[in-house]
């Protein structure tokens, strides 16, 4: 193995310890919703008035520009040019690292350590500029990616105050824009419409917050993002153009290239992985293992990959259900009934290959009625759809071992 391969596996290798670290942080579902009020009220006024002046100064830099000319400074390798790594480092840490560290200390997180590796590695020509775009561009991505569960966090806190309400919400539509183009390409990829989903989701949280609608705006927080999961899920460990294929049908041809795309889809994987480790920790690490440099290429298997990936969403799913008949009766119930249906949808084209289109479909229909019984509160309907949806779940994941 050469001295870039090398340093790459060290690496990547060391995602394990950056996924355990934030999977008890990163989301944006229920885990907080009790707590958040109590954690409100005990805040003090200078701490308070601090953190607005910090979202402000945020808010007015422009983290989109700093990204794009970073990614196309590194781009500069495919024609063959130098790459300027003094450039890339002043850009980063002038402008993106703030944000960085932010979202490293609020998710137990460390991507600014990966990142700044990375440049320096690509500086002193340890490795590939192509790796160390991809390396930057895909874990910036999932600091995106976080800092709207931030902002979403952020505008569920201050819910009183709709004005704080309004500007969070902008905040993360500005950080989506950021993030929108990898949507489209799995739009565009998989004849999917998870950019329309998106905007749907946004406007009617923006509709919530006019008629101060909690809960729809709860339920809209929800489908911004496990779309954004589902786009993550897509580029890394979906058939036919995930980077798990695409990185083992480029091992039969070019070893350079398959490790790009290994790469590629390891860093891709990284904003999803703490959260299916919290509840299919066994296909969490399986996934991570075939991403890992240290793996070799050529024994990556898509297949497998994909149907870990289907697993862990189904008992992911199968939690969220758990959670729900649990808390009955409470908004929880209907987050996270819609949280189900949502991981449900993420594996729609492998529960088709697997069972067909007409087991998807009923199993669709069911989570929608669930769902709407969750909302009515009425338990007998909800206690006749939640067992056949349980059952379906438990045989997609006997389907995909």
């Not at 490795?127 to 991505?141: A, G, S, T, Y």
């Not at 505008?155 to 704080?164: D, Y």
């Not at 950019?195 to 909690?214: L, S, T, Y």
């Not at 489908?223 to 695409?246: I, N, R």
Request: aromatic letters at 8%; charged letters at 30%; hydrophobic letters at 40%.
């Amino acid at each position: 193995m050469s001295l870039k391969w090398k340093w790459l596996a060290v690496f990547a290798a060391a995602a394990l310890a950056l996924g355990a670290c934030g999977q008890n942080k990163q989301t944006t579902g229920t885990e907080k919703e009790s707590s958040s009020q109590t954690a409100v009220e005990k805040q003090k006024e200078p701490k308070e008035e601090a953190k607005a002046e910090n979202e402000k100064e945020e808010a007015e830099v422009d983290y989109a520009g700093a990204f794009s000319e970073v990614l196309a400074e590194l781009e500069k390798a495919k024609q063959g040019e130098a790459v300027d790594y003094g450039k890339v480092e002043s850009i980063y840490k002038e402008t993106l690292q703030p944000l960085v560290q932010k979202r490293d200390a609020e998710f137990e997180d460390t991507l600014d350590q990966h990142i700044t590796t990375a440049l320096a590695a690509g500086k002193d020509g340890s490795l590939e500029p192509l790796v160390v775009k991809q390396i930057f561009d895909k874990l910036m991505q999932k600091v995106f990616y976080t800092t709207i569960q931030h902002e979403f966090t952020e505008a569920e806190e201050h819910w009183a105050n709709k004005e704080e309400v309004k500007e969070e919400l902008e905040e993360a539509k500005t950080f989506y824009a950021i993030l929108q183009s990898t949507v489209e390409k799995r739009d565009a990829a998989y004849g999917t419409k998870l950019v329309d989903a998106i905007n749907g989701a946004f406007a009617q949280m923006e509709q919530a917050v006019q008629n101060d609608d909690a809960l729809a705006f709860a339920l809209g927080k929800q489908v911004v993002d496990k779309t954004l999961m589902k786009t993550f899920y897509l580029a890394s460990g979906a058939l036919p153009h995930g980077y798990a294929a695409k990185a083992a049908a480029a091992a039969k041809e070019n070893a350079e290239e398959a490790k790009v795309e290994q790469a590629e889809g390891w860093a891709f994987y990284q904003s999803v992985y703490p959260y299916m480790k919290r509840h299919a920790a066994e296909e969490a690490d399986y996934i991570l293992k075939q991403f890992d440099l240290q793996t070799d290429v050529k024994t990556l298997d898509p297949k497998a990959v994909n149907h870990a990936f289907v697993r862990g969403w189904a008992k992911v799913a199968l939690h969220e259900y758990e959670e729900s008949k649990e808390n009955w009766g409470q908004d929880k119930s209907v987050i996270t009934a819609l949280e189900g249906a949502l991981f449900i949808h993420m594996i729609e084209n492998d529960i088709k290959a697997l069972l067909g289109d007409k087991a998807y479909d009923t199993l669709n229909d069911q989570a929608a009625r669930y769902l709407e019984a969750t909302k009515a509160k009425n338990k007998t309907e909800a206690d006749k759809w939640l067992p056949q949806i349980e059952a379906a779940l438990q045989q997609v994941i006997e389907k995909a071992k």
